[in-house]
């Protein structure tokens, strides 16, 4: 019994790490208020960051140096709960989070 149990001790971390790596865990979705009232959602991943778009779809944005993520005609540039969103040549849409 002794020996089941200590098999059991070390074979939980592998189990842990093999669960974990099957279920994928998704960032939250950090909800944004821009100029003219235009609500914008981002989920901020390891390398990327992925855009709900107001009028439905999503855009997949590439992390860039610092807080800038580009991609597929959008731009997000920010510092701590205020951005810029920008699409294509249009001027940048000044951003806040939305609080909880």
Known sequence: MTKVSKLSGAAMPCLLAAFSAC????????????????????????????LALPGGGEAR???QPGFWYA????????????????????????????GP
Do not use: N
């Open 61 to 63: 944005l590439a992390q």
């Open 71 to 98: 991609g597929a005609g959008h731009q997000l540039r920010g510092r701590g709960q205020a951005l810029q969103w920008t699409v294509g040549e249009a001027q940048p849409l000044a951003c806040l989070v939305v």
């Open 23 to 50: 279920t994928p865990v998704r960032a939250p979705l950090v909800g944004y208020t821009c100029e003219g009232g235009v609500r914008l959602g981002v989920r901020f991943e390891r390398d990327h960051a992925l």
